[in-house]
């Protein structure tokens, strides 16, 4: 059995849409919560205004994971990070070193772009994930709290800023 990882093709935009939803599905989301489309990750992931990039893992031919990247920038730093936005690998493959090979890769990408660090975010019920980023020697930051503003729902009020 031959384990591969490859950069995404435009041709694999299927195969992302599926594994996509797959994960969705997976971090509880419901049907009217899945808003990912085939034509959305085509148009940002191979498009003139591309902001991602993903990475296809395979066993003999056969898809069992995925992980969505893009490269940020470290103030303090003033160096780039690989930032993963998503990395699933499908319930029937894991345990099997594919997720950890794929961190692996992604590591070698982050040093040969010259990143600082790779970073991400798992959620707090999600204590498989938890244990695997913890038996790797990851950093799991107490400290930080993630942030999102929604582009639907601008601001209230910047005064008091």
């Keep these: 059995m031959a384990f591969s990882i490859s950069l995404a093709e435009e041709s694999d935009v299927d195969l992302l849409y599926e594994l996509t939803v797959a994960l969705a599905v997976y971090e509880k989301k419901t049907p009217d919560e899945i808003f990912v ?14 902001v991602f990039s993903a990475l296809v893992a395979r066993l003999d031919d ?37 997720g950890g090979q794929m961190l692996k890769h992604l590591s070698q990408m982050a040093f040969d772009q010259e990143c600082c660090r790779v970073q991400w975010a798992v959620f707090d019920w999600n204590e498989d994930a938890i244990a695997f980023y913890r038996s790797i020697g990851a950093q799991l930051r107490p400290d930080l709290i993630q942030v999102r503003l929604d582009s639907s729902q601008p601001p209230t009020s910047t005064t008091n800023a």
Excluded: C, H, N, Q
């Excluded at 489309?37 to 591309?50: E, H, I, S, Y």
């Excluded at 103030?75 to 070193?97: A, H, V």
């Design 62 to 98: 056969k898809p069992v994971g995925l992980a969505v990247y893009y490269f940020g920038f470290s103030g303090y730093m003033g160096e780039p990070i690989l930032y993963l936005e998503d990395l699933f690998i499908l319930p029937e493959f894991r345990k099997r070193g594919f």
């Design 37 to 50: 489309t085939a034509a959305k990750l085509r148009k940002w992931g191979f498009g003139p205004k591309k």
